[in-house]
């Protein structure tokens, strides 16, 4: 027999928990120790027990849940926290995820979701994958300047390592006017060249202690290079190379580029897990994305692997997402609301946005959209498409200038 992984289940709803328990039977080595209808009762059997995964829901009395979460994770080192909720609003989902949860379900819950969920957990306590190693490489990408990919890559890094705790670096590969140290008010001792020209000496070590570390949290910082000479030298192959060592060390890695499709940027794009692909909403930068997709066609990306962001976003614009997705064939992952004055209040400070106004709107967006690529959080189709009245057909524009 193999090791079973003790696992509790605490859910209020009797129908709910019983079809957990019924997609549990259906999961190999998966021991159901006890089952619960309150997470207060739960606690006290947690504790003594000490199982290896605890499933709650956290829909009714939210914050005593997520204040017992806290409790048992900082008890239960090893044991690890599945999060389920009715409430998938960034807020409760940032909370749960700082409270010590592992993975945030979306009620009703979706078998496949929930089975990919338990066992990916499972495989992190039966030491089948190193929970140290694991690594999902983020770069931001726009094929022109001044759109704020790097504010987002910045804030983006900031809130995934305030959020998981994990390691987090944040990479500046856009090696002629790299702005990220400036962004984060860091005069760093080391960049990008040194890294790459020492990588036959490099280990965690020496990795932690060359790049840049923020603050008293999980994030580190490569810069660019000082010079453009230094910048010069550096290969696609060193930039490879250099990706690869970082994913044996980081959790998580977001790379700021170039707004140009040179041989290094696109370098970075193909070792990267998914690709940010920044844009506000006017004509230019729209078919500027008609050209990106046609070239990551061409590259042979997945199209899962591209998330189009809509940075500066107003819903009073003429032009709306819904019609960039139309044109683009391809959907809007993420918008970011225009916040002009909070965003160059912070660039001149020199601080992320959550550390200059941390209840504005862009401060909860760049929160959710890190909550929504972390690891920990499974966004379900349960979210109905919005609905509106079109203000015009994007799609004829674009096709009476392609006539013209």
């Known amino acids: ?4 992984i003790d696992t509790v289940v605490i859910d209020p ?126 770069t931001a990408f726009s094929n022109k300047g001044g759109i704020g990919k790097t504010a987002i890559a910045t ?14 670096a944040l990479v500046d590969l856009n ?18 060249s040194y890294v790459i020209n020492n ?6 070590g020496f990795l932690l202690s060359t790049l840049e570390k923020y603050n008293n949290s999980s994030l580190y910082v490569l810069a660019d290079p000082p010079d453009l000479e230094q910048a010069e030298v550096i290969t696609s192959e060193n930039i490879t190379t250099l990706i690869n ?15 140009s499709f040179d041989g290094k940027t696109i370098t970075a794009l193909d070792n990267s897990d998914l690709v940010l692909l920044i844009t506000p909403i006017n004509l230019p930068s729209v078919r500027n994305c008609q050209r990106c997709f046609d070239l990551f066609k061409r590259l042979g990306y997945a199209k899962d692997k591209i998330k189009i962001i809509v940075n500066r976003y107003m819903e009073n614009d003429e032009i709306k997402a819904e019609d960039v997705e139309e044109v683009l064939g391809h959907p809007v992952y993420f918008k970011i609301p225009n ?29 959710e959209l890190a909550a929504l690529l972390s690891d920990n959080f499974t966004y379900s189709n349960t979210v109905k498409p919005q609905t509106r009245e079109k203000a015009f057909n994007l799609l004829d524009i674009f096709k009476k200038k392609e006539e013209n």
């Open 339 to 367: 916040n002009y004055f909070t965003i160059i209040n912070s660039i001149n400070k020199g601080l992320p946005v959550c550390e200059i106004n941390p209840h504005s709107n862009i401060a909860k967006s760049f929160r």
């Open 1 to 4: 027999m193999g090791i079973k």
């Open 199 to 204: 990588l036959e000496r490099i280990d965690e």
């Open 13 to 138: 709803e009797n129908n709910s928990r019983e079809l957990i328990l019924n997609y549990l039977a259906q999961i190999e080595d998966i021991n159901v120790t006890q089952e619960f209808n309150d997470v207060l009762t739960a606690m006290n059997f947690i504790t003594e027990s000490r199982p290896n995964l605890i499933i709650v829901d956290i829909s009714q009395k939210t914050q005593m849940a997520l204040d017992i979460i806290v409790k048992i994770s900082n008890t239960l080192k090893n044991s690890k926290i599945i999060v389920l909720s009715y409430d998938m609003s960034p807020e409760i989902v940032i909370k749960a995820l700082r409270a010590g949860a592992r993975e945030f379900l979306i009620k009703p819950l979706i078998e496949a979701d929930f089975i990919v969920a338990v066992e990916k957990l499972k495989d992190l306590i039966l030491g089948n994958i190193n929970d140290t190693t694991k690594c999902k490489v983020i």
């Open 175 to 192: 090696m002629q006017m790299g702005d990220v140290t400036t962004f984060l008010d860091l005069n760093p001792s080391f960049d990008t």
């Open 245 to 259: 060592i970082l994913r044996n060390v980081f959790s998580y890695i977001i790379i700021d580029t170039t707004a």
């Open 155 to 168: 804030n983006l890094a900031v809130e995934l390592a305030n959020m998981t705790k994990e390691r987090v």
